[in-house]
Every structure is written in C-alpha cells, then in structure tokens.
C-alpha cells in the first residue's frame, strides 16, 4: 500500500496561520470577559504557558528542527497578529489625547483617537518575542526526535519550565492578600501540578519509545 501524498505546504501555512489567528483573537476575547469562566480561561490561554504549550503543539509536525521552528512561527506570529487586531478592535490601544504640558486642555469628553504607535510597538515586540520562541521549540522538537538522552532532555525541558514559572507564579500570589486575583492562585497552583504530571508522563514516553538514539532505531529496524 502506497503512503499518503504529503499535505502542499500552502495547505500546511494556511491551517497554522488560520489556527494561530484564532487562537489570538479568542485569547484576546477570554481576557475582555467573553465565553464561560474567563476569570479562569485567561489564566490558561492569556499567560505565557498557554502560548508556549500551543507553539509545542504547532511545532511538533515537523521532523527537522528547521521545520519545527518553522512551524511554531508560523503559527505564533498569527497568534500575536490576531491578539492585537482584536485588542485593536475592542479599543485597547483608543484613549482620549493627553497633554501633560497642559493638563487643563484635558477633555473627558472628547473623542478617543487610536494609538498606532502603542499597538505597532507591542506588535513588534511580540513578534520577535514568538520568533524566539518558536527557534527554541523547534530544537526542543529536534531534540526529542533524535532519541536517546537528548530526547530526555527534550521531553522535559517544557513541562518542567512551566512547572518552576507555574510555582513561583502562585508562590508571588500567595504573598498578597487572601481575596486577590483567587482565579489566578488557582489555575497558577494546578498548572504546576499537572506540569509536573506530564514531566512523569513524559519519562515514561521516552523510556518506552525514545530511550535509544535515533541512528539505532533506524538500524535495528533495517535489519
């Protein structure tokens, strides 16, 4: 039997771009207060976890660290793009003028005028942010393909930096009053948890699948 022809590579940047765009609009939308529990949802997909777990997702297609990086940019800077054109559309960046030469020019009532300057700069920051990103998730990806003890240090490298940023997340909580941010100190402490749970996951992945080198794999499998 004859293996499928693999996906046109149009095909393959239009899902990424489409899933990464929307992936940005609905984390825009969660984080204004839209769809069932936002409080909670945006502690997932507005944080720098979320993110990170959907470029591994996005990059984990490709079988070189060239394509996976590919991959996860792709879809990260759609992801930004979306964000801020929805932050744009709700009118984050639209505030009335300020002069602080002349404070009593000030009027609450005028017209709020749209800050390119403050979105094209987030924009831009964020992009290569997601660039960066999407370098280091594609050799997370290269790592984890090739076996042997480089994919351990693959398949541990993100559940275990979510976990330490999910600890000191909640451990910052915690030092505030007992009512503040409550949804956060939640999602924070159960995020860390259940990076710790695919860690162990994880080993038991590449203990019964990735243990041996790639080159090794590849030979027995020859034979």
Not at 33 to 58: E, M, R
Not at 64 to 93: E, I
Not at 166 to 186: A, C, H, T, V
Request: hydrophobic letters at 50%.
């Amino acid at each position: 039997m004859s293996e499928p022809a693999p996906r046109p590579r149009w095909m393959t940047v239009a899902l990424l771009s489409g899933s990464g765009a929307a992936f940005g609009v609905l984390t825009s939308l969660v984080n204004h207060g839209f769809g069932p529990s936002p409080g909670y949802v945006s502690k997932v997909l507005g944080v720098d976890v979320g993110w990170l777990v959907a470029g591994f997702v996005a990059a984990w297609g490709g079988r070189t660290f060239g394509r996976a990086a590919a991959r996860a940019a792709v879809f990260l800077v759609a992801a930004v793009v979306g964000y801020y054109a929805s932050d744009s559309a709700l009118g984050v960046y639209a505030s009335i003028p300020y002069d602080p030469r002349n404070p009593d020019a000030w009027d609450p009532n005028a017209e709020p005028v749209f800050q390119w300057g403050g979105v094209l700069l987030d924009l831009a920051y964020w992009t290569v942010m997601a660039g960066v990103t999407a370098l280091l998730l594609g050799f997370v990806v290269w790592l984890i393909r090739r076996g042997g003890l480089r994919a351990l240090v693959g398949v541990l490298v993100v559940p275990t930096f979510i976990a330490l940023l999910s600890w000191q997340k909640y451990r910052l909580l915690m030092n505030y009053r007992l009512d503040f941010d409550p949804e956060g100190k939640i999602m924070a402490l159960w995020t860390a948890i259940a990076a710790v749970v695919a860690a162990v996951v994880a080993v038991v992945v590449w203990w019964r699948y990735l243990r041996t080198p790639q080159t090794s794999r590849e030979s027995s499998s020859s034979r």
